[in-house]
Every structure is written in C-alpha cells, then in structure tokens.
C-alpha cells in the first residue's frame, strides 16, 4: 500500500495493490491502500480482470499490549490547519451564472465566476455594508458580484466598483478599504476550486510557494475521472477514521460491496483480521504498513496497464458536518464509461455512502457524550484492525489540538440529530449541487408529469372515441402505472434511500 497521507483539510487516499505501505503525511491527502473502496481515496493498480473487491487477510492479529493514552502534547511541533489549501467543488458542478454559497473550516465562503479575470473566485459570504450573504446576490451584465441587498458590486479583485446610494459627486466611498470584499486565495487545480482560508493580503500570491496536492491520475489524459460531492452528517474526523477502515465493508456495507470470501466463515458477512500496523508518527502523519493478505483478488505480478481506483477528498464543514469530494479514475474501457450517465454513477456510490451514514452520525455523538474525555478511554480497540484509526487519533491529539480548529467559528457542540429521513434526504446534500444528478432529477421530474398528463389524456380520447375505447384505457391504464413507478424511481434515489441493516 502507497501511502496514507493527511494534512488540515483533505483526504486521499491512493492504493496500488502490489504495494503494502501505508503514510499518513500532511497534505490532508490521505493516501490509503487496501483494495478499492468507495469509502476512502485511492488509486491502485488492477489486474487484467479488474474487480472492485475489499481488503480481507487470513492471518489473526491481536494488539498485545493496550496503546498509551492519546493525551496532547504540547510541546510537539503543532499543525496549522490553516496552512493548507482545501478543495471547495468540482468545477463542473458550479454554474458560472450564479454565485454558490459554501462551508469549509466553519468559514462562509461564496464561489463565483469573474467573467473579466476568466477565473473562479471565493469571497468571505458576507457583504461590507451590513453584512448581507453575497452568495444570494447576483453575477450582473458587467461581470461583478452584486449583493442584492443594496445593490453594492464588486470586482474579481474585491474591490467595489459601484454603491447605488452614493452620490456621484460626493466622497469617493467606494475606494474606501471598508467597501472592499474579503478575497481569499482561489486556483483550479485537478478541476476542483481551491481556497487557502485566509483573507490576509500576505496570502495573495501563496499559490506561487505552495500548491495543492497533487495527484498523477488526476493530471493524466488518458484517464476517465467521475467526480461526486456530497455534505455528509458527520464529523470530519469520524470520515477520515471511517476512510481508514476496512475492516467495517462487509459489515456496514453488507449487500452493496462485494468481498472476497475467506476460507472459514465464521458469520454471514465473513469478516475476518486485518494487519495493519502504524510504524512512524510526526507532525505530518504517519507511516504504517498492511499485510499483504489484505490485498483482496491480487495477482502476483499484476498489469502495470490497467489502473482504476478512488480519490476521496474529505473537507472539514463544521461540527458534525463534512464534505466529501471523489473521483473514480480509470485507464481502460474508457469508452463505456463515458456512455454511462454520470448520474447513474453517482446512485450507486451514494447508496454506499447512505449504508453507514446513520450510524457514523449516531456514533459520533455517543463518543462526544461520553463522560470520558479520552477518546481511547470511551473506546475498546483491541485488534490491529484499528492501528491507523489509533494513529490517526494519536496524531489529531499529539499534533492537531485534538480536533479541528475552527477559530471561534463554532462552539464545537454538534447539531441535532433530524428524522431518519430528512437525515438521510439525498436532494440538498449532493442532487441540488450536482449538475449531472440535478438535471436527471428534474428530467425525470417532468417525465412523470408528461406521463400523468398523458393518462389523462388518453381516457378522455376513450370517452369521445367509439372505435379503439379499449386501447386507449389500456394506454390510460400503462401511462399510469409508468408515472407511479417514476415517481418511487425518484423519492428512492434523489431523495431517501434506506438501508436497513436487520433485513438485509
């Protein structure tokens, strides 16, 4: 395994399967190896019959001895998680008509397109005058951010360019420093939109020393890239642990992701050990290796060719929320792909996601409810299953503050926790922010119509017809029928899909 490497605010993680190292490193770009799963970033080479299968090894592995305590240390060398470049969207999922409100590090950030620069811009979503939400205003014929409050515009550069209810011939305010918009540092770089989460002027020109990770897939032709973004319920901590646990896949994902069978079942799912082992530990991560049993369905000496793989980038939002952005790259049979809708891509990869939301969302609030205060104490982790989840926590506490550091933006108290359903509601968590998903939904959404329309009109041409009254009925009857089917195809896959464990 390639590396598990992480820095403040994203995770990718990258998984050739003849390798067995693992490194969690700064970057926020975990890069994580243990045969492709769409719950965690990777990339990994295949064999010539390429299978999506989970990590599982044969071998037993016990933690012999209980980890230390995962306390703070405040000497260690701290990491700046606001030293990072953060992925906000996939540019093909933002309009250039509109701005787009968003949530990264606790920050209210609005995303717009400057006709004038060519290029995307993120704002602080608050306008100087009375502080209304940019992000509900408007892109106007001149190319500006308008916020529509009063009307107020501003340039690529933040600068305001125009204040309706100042006088022409009074003083200048419009060049006042106050009238300006606060820019944060934006670049487009493996088609997402960067940000670096500081307005400071000292930050202007930060892409020039440092860039945002980069991943070889992402910048290579000859591959094919399907990119998913959705909010998720849950913590970005509880993401990234989740992202490095394979151990949880035929279990949480029981019936959606398939795993390789071990010789002796000892239950239904047929979990068995996983090795994994955390070898180094600094300020920039970890380093830590996995058996290779846990590469699932791996030839020996597999094709250097044909490559496909996950690259999940996980964005801290604010307590109890996160973002995750993907890509599923792959080198061949490129062509049908391509012909798959993206929408349908994305049905199948939510499902995944939807298996284990409620449960990740419940358990983060059973270990912030604990009376202990200690992560490790509030939970038993006895098999080598957990080692980069344990390195991963020890790492957060000795070198990150123990948690995100969201600069006063939030208290840190996670939200209520919604009906099942509202929590589950697929439509404002990725449909309405996916260009290809929202088109479908509202394609669909107008077939069905069409369709009821269409039942109607067929029993009226009953009525009137002497000749063919049946036919028609029978096409009254199917239109019917077809719309009511629409209509479940839609609520199940842009709305509420449930998984329910106990009848699976």
Known sequence: ????????????????????????TKHKFL???????PNSTFSRKTPSKSKLFTAMPSSPSFVSKPEPELEADSRA????????????????????RAPHAKKVMGLDIVVWWDKNGSSWRVFKDACPHRLAPLSEGRIDQWGRLQCVYHGWCFNGSGNCNFIPQAPPDGPPVCTSKRACAAVYPSTVHHDIVWFWPDTDPQYKDIILKKQPPFIPELDDPSYIKISLSRDLPYGYEVMIEN???????????????????????GDREGGSPVELSVKKLDRDGFVGDQGDGAIADAEKQPSMQRREGLIFFCVPVSPGN?????????????????????????LAINKVLDSDLYLLHLEERKIMENESSSWQKACFVPTKSDAFVVGFRKWLNKYAGGQVDWRG????????TPPREQLLDRYWSHVVNCSSCNSAFKGFSALEVILQFASLAFIGIAGAAKHKANTMVAMAVVCFACSKWLNQFIYKNFHFHDYDHAFR
């Open 409 to 416: 933006n939030h208290g840190g108290a996670l939200p209520p």
């Open 243 to 265: 992202l490095m646990d394979p151990a949880h896949v035929p279990y949480a994902h029981y019936g959606i992701m398939r795993t390789r069978e071990p010789k002796v079942k």
């Open 77 to 96: 060398e701290k990491f700046d998680w606001y030293a990072h470049w953060y992925p906000v969207m996939p540019v093909c999922d933002l309009d250039k």
């Open 1 to 24: 395994m390639e590396g598990l490497r992480t820095s403040s605010g994203l995770s990718s993680t990258h998984m050739p399967t003849s390798r067995s190292k693992t490194h969690f």
């Open 322 to 346: 996160s973002r995750l952005i993907s890509f599923a790259p792959k080198n061949f049979n490129v062509w049908t792909t391509k012909v798959v809708p993206r929408f349908i891509h994305h």
């Open 31 to 37: 890069n994580f190896q243990f045969n492709p799963l």
